[in-house]
């Protein structure tokens, strides 16, 4: 980063602070004249939108620490405490769970497009890879945070997280009275999940320090997965970034207004309004949304065991990506097989979470079985194979022609590369 | 040559085709077939019926409470309701909020002294009882859930965010809908439809002893509160219908009240949230266009 570094101190403190911390010149380095493909589209903004999710909760979250209380008879309350008297208390709550879920949701779609464009490819393995951690990080955290309220569902979803590990032979009993910190899920639990949900998002922080700090190593990838080759090919980061993403952040904000202020409980389930009793189990157990796919992967699989080792070998198999798949050409663009099973894939996702919201029986079951083996296939099968197999489509031979070819005629999948 | 005729008279790309078509189609197949499978599953699924639909002042974009509504709604509350259910989360001077119930400061304090609060202890170390106040909080109508199973059967649950706490799925295209239509209003279609729905068990549905149908109950065929509402039980000073269906409406719509108090406030912030967003949407995006126009992209 500091290669790149034109940063020229104006005022005398300026220069002087410069010469002992060049903190500024990062930051100029980093997001100002960092230069950034000219054809990246609006797939692009989402990192810019989970930084700015990632500042929401820890802002929101901080505040609601000062009026929460991490104990198992009055969890319950204390957030009925800050949803009526804590001066805009409900407005903070609202915004911290939905805002779980709008972080969810743009890790998602930045995750797809990932997958779409190849972005995992080298030299970007380890930024990758990065992404897969934090990815793992904020479930840890979504989770745990979930129990805070201490209703229903949260209890139960702690019971039935925590009780997969029971699953592990031989040590696995003693691991869950570990993670319990008793015999079962009770009040120790609740006050260890508000430690680590409060640290976490700490290294969350830090692992997308990390992550950006790869990506502007190894430079961003954009939609023809081709490498920037001259300066012409590159926009500076400020203003052409920063304008871009600032208006897709606020597209993003409408969004989550919408869910925060008209419909705060829309992605909730009532029966975490009824307050935690370990002796009445709800007639389903469901997690949040986010959760869904990989619940309905968990609960596919008859052996106990064997859906847990499936649940996390689902999100750990994106680690090998980078080498599963086979193709020598990033971007789905150009490569006409790829790019249909992409959209299968992404239909199977969103299926799994159906299924997940599901009870699990009769058709349900059968369904998540073959969505499940569906999912793992895409990752074992067809990326190593359609990689071998198929005819990319010509490429343009730089960022700059792919961007003045689509000027000139139509071809060239301007819905891809348009921006 | 287009990229569409070239695949298509690729015949490697034809069987290609035909297999992606394949797959995509097994996908929709098992995710259509499923629920009807699920449909002949073991597991019963309750409510028997589903809520109705019902018009509030509080639904939607510009939704507000109903004063007068809320007031009734309380009056049901606290002559029918309280002999079992506590509101325990909501205190007296709750009632007095603009934008909720709005009674006046001199009718609560009059109504809070009505109560006696347990207070203390007092310096010899004894409990003593109090008239209330104004910052006290509903009194439960049993000192704890053992002794309202002992009384009644089955612990009556608070009911101070009970519309928040119940809610019927409506399916998942209806789900996918109430995005748009902001329903959040689930909570007080049930209550309304459990409190007008008592009626006989058919044949074939046994109703256990202490228990009444009610085929609109979530849990179960029957529950253990027998029908709480009759016409002419609860006398109103407004001239309002004197019926199971006006007194049910009310004590939901009081119910959504003690469950959102600041539901109104929350709306009307949101809209000038929204409408703020929108304006600072439509600035950054005509700057972003300025700043891109000498880039092509």
Same mark, same amino acid.
């Not at chain 1, 820890?58 to 929460?68: D, N, P």
């Not at chain 2, 085929?215 to 039980?233: C, R, V």
């Not at chain 2, 108090?261 to 600035?283: C, N, T, W």
């Given at each position: ?148 309220? &201490? ?64 990506? #502007? ?29 600032? %208006? ?35 007639? #389903?157990?469901?997690?949040? &949304? ?51 099973? %992409? ?77 | ?26 996908? @929709? ?9 699920? @449909?002949? $599953? ?20 510009? $939704? ?154 979530? @849990? ?49 912030? $949101? ?27």
């Amino acid at each position: 980063m500091a290669a790149t570094t034109s940063y020229q101190p104006k005022s005398r403190l300026g220069k002087w602070f410069e010469a002992r911390l060049p903190v500024m010149g990062l930051v100029h380095s980093s997001f100002i004249v960092y230069p950034t493909p000219r054809n990246l589209n609006y797939w692009w903004t989402f990192g810019a939108i989970l930084s700015f999710m990632l500042v929401v909760q820890i802002i929101t979250g901080v505040v609601l620490a000062m009026h929460y209380i991490p104990d198992a008879a009055t969890a319950f309350n204390s957030v009925e405490h800050i949803m009526r008297d804590v001066n805009y208390g409900w407005m903070l709550r609202y915004l911290h769970a939905n805002g779980a879920s709008i972080f969810f949701l743009a890790a998602y779609i930045h995750i797809l497009r990932g997958l779409y464009y190849g972005s995992y490819k080298d030299p970007r393995e380890i930024l990758w890879i990065l992404g897969v951690i934090i990815f793992l990080l904020m479930m840890a955290t979504a989770f745990m945070g979930y129990v805070l309220p &201490w209703g229903q569902m949260s209890f139960w979803a702690a019971t039935v997280i925590t009780s997969l590990f029971s699953a592990i032979p031989l040590v696995g009993e003693s691991i869950t009275t570990w993670l319990w910190g008793g015999f079962a899920v009770e009040g120790p639990t609740l006050n260890r999940f508000y430690s680590l949900h409060y640290l976490l998002p700490f290294m969350i922080a830090g692992v997308v320090v990390l992550h950006i700090w790869a990506l #502007h190593v190894v430079g961003q990838n954009n939609p023809t997965g081709i490498e920037i080759k001259s300066k012409q090919d590159t926009v500076p980061f400020t203003p052409q970034a920063t304008i871009k993403d600032s %208006f897709a952040v606020v597209c993003i904000l409408i969004l989550f207004a919408w869910l925060v202020f008209f419909l705060p409980n829309y992605l909730g389930h009532p029966d975490n309004y009824i307050a935690a009793d370990p002796l009445k189990t709800p007639a #389903h157990i469901v997690p949040e &949304w986010y959760f869904l796919p990989f619940y309905a992967i968990l609960r596919a699989i008859p052996s106990k065991l064997g859906g847990v080792v499936a649940m996390f070998g689902s999100i750990a198999i994106l680690i090998f990506v980078p080498w599963l798949d086979t193709s020598k050409v990033r971007s789905a663009v150009y490569r006409p097989i790829f790019r249909q099973f %992409f959209w299968i894939f992404v239909l199977t996702g969103i299926g799994l979470g159906y299924l997940g919201s599901q009870p699990p029986e009769g058709g349900f079951v059968i369904a998540a079985r073959i969505l499940t083996a569906y999912y793992f296939a895409h990752f074992l099968i067809v990326m190593p194979l359609v990689g071998l197999l198929e005819r990319p489509k010509p490429m343009p031979s730089s960022i700059t022609e792919s961007v003045l070819a689509k000027g000139k005629s139509g071809d060239g999948s301007p819905a891809e590369t348009g921006a | 040559m287009s990229n569409a005729t070239r695949i298509a008279k690729d015949p490697a790309m034809k069987k290609y085709f035909a297999t992606l078509t394949a797959i995509a189609g097994l996908i @929709a197949l098992v995710l259509a077939a499923a629920p009807a499978r699920a @449909a002949g $599953g073991d597991t019963p699924h309750y409510p028997i019926e589903k809520p109705a639909l019902e018009s509030w002042s509080f639904a939607g974009f510009f $939704g507000r409470f109903d004063s007068a509504q809320l007031q009734r709604g309380f009056q049901v509350y606290r002559e029918v309701c309280a002999g079992c259910h506590g509101l325990e989360l909501i205190a007296f001077r709750n009632l007095t909020e603009k934008g909720g119930p709005n009674f006046s400061e001199d009718e609560v304090r009059a109504l809070a002294a009505e109560y006696d609060i347990t207070d203390g202890p007092d310096q010899s170390g004894e409990m003593f009882e109090r008239s209330g106040v104004l910052s006290d909080y509903f009194p439960s109508p049993f000192p704890n859930d053992q002794a309202a199973a002992a009384g009644l059967g089955a612990v009556p649950p608070d009911l101070s965010v009970i519309t928040k706490a119940r809610g019927v799925s409506r399916g998942i295209q209806w789900t996918l809908l109430d995005f748009f239509t902001q329903y959040q209003e689930g909570g007080a279609d049930y209550m309304h439809a459990l409190l007008t729905g008592y009626s006989e068990p058919p044949e074939d549905i046994e109703v256990s002893d202490g228990n009444y149908y009610n085929p609109y109950f979530i @849990a179960g065929p029957s529950l253990a509160m027998p029908e709480p509402l009759f016409d002419e039980l609860v006398t109103y000073e407004d001239g309002s219908p004197e019926t199971i269906d006006q007194y049910s409406r009310d004590v939901s719509a009081f119910l959504m009240w003690t469950a959102e108090p600041h539901l109104v406030e929350r709306k009307r912030i $949101g809209f000038q949230v929204v409408i703020f967003l929108f304006v600072f949407a439509s600035l950054l995006y005509f700057s972003k266009k300025r700043v891109w126009a000498s880039v092509p992209h």
